[in-house]
């Protein structure tokens, strides 16, 4: 509350064109003191330099953590399979839903359905399907949700 008191005290009105504490008091109001001295300080110098060895220090862990996450997930990591046009593929039903599928039990229910044919290559990531229209989902898919089709030997 004081805070608002002083900077209402302290503006200068346009009707008077001075301040209600030089009105009242015939002076502006002391509001500075210097805090900042002349000089060096060694201590305030002496945790400036604390600060930035730390800071050196938590930039190097931070980055051979990076280096250590990296290491470790790039060893789970495999290439893209590649597709072409016309390959034969089977899709995924992870994500479809059960009415989707039109089947009771899910843990009865086959893996990857198919198998259909790549129509186009939209990335290395993705891949556009010919679709029959009763699964109702949009043909272009990512290729983590197919695998190649490998003909069955009768």
Sequence with gaps: ???????????????????PFQINHGRE???????????KNEKAEEFAREMKERHKEVRVALVKSQEEMKRQ??????????????????????????????????????????????????SGNAVELELPMLLRIHPVVNVRRIVKYREQVK
């Design 29 to 39: 109001p002391r509001i500075s003191f210097d805090i900042r001295k002349k000089g």
């Design 73 to 122: 997930a790039d060893k789970s990591r495999k290439e893209a399979e590649k597709y072409r046009v016309s390959d034969k593929v089977l899709i995924s039903i992870k994500d479809f839903s059960i009415e989707l599928m039109k089947k009771a039990t899910k843990k009865l229910m086959e893996k990857f359905i198919g198998p259909y044919v790549v129509r186009k290559i939209v």
């Design 1 to 19: 509350m004081a805070i608002a008191d002083f900077a209402f005290n302290n503006k200068v009105h346009t009707a008077t064109k001075s301040s």
